[in-house]
């Protein structure tokens, strides 16, 4: 965090490896569509929920408006 400070970057945080990410990568799906589907059957398992987080916490680190307004909508 010092280095960003004088480099002038920001620090986000980072993907665990996650078998998830596996499963979704050959159908071209993301955490993200998992996390709409499961909000429609009420079922999430506790790995796709923390996959979830993650990818919600790098995409709200980047301060991107209209990104950050879509995902507090989605409940993300």
């Known amino acids: 965090q010092i280095l960003a ?3 002038g970057f920001r620090m ?4 665990s490896e996650r078998v998830i990410y596996r499963e979704l990568f ?3 799906r993301t955490v993200l569509d998992i996390a709409s589907d499961s909000a429609k059957t009420g079922r999430a ?7 979830k987080r993650e990818v919600s916490e790098i995409l ?6 209209r990104i ?8 993300l």
């Open 5 to 7: 400070k004088k480099m």
């Open 26 to 28: 050959p159908s071209g």
């Open 12 to 15: 986000a945080p980072g993907i």
């Open 60 to 65: 709200h680190s980047l301060w991107l408006p």
């Open 45 to 51: 398992s506790p790995s796709h929920l923390a996959a």
């Open 68 to 75: 950050t307004k879509r995902l507090q909508e989605n409940g």
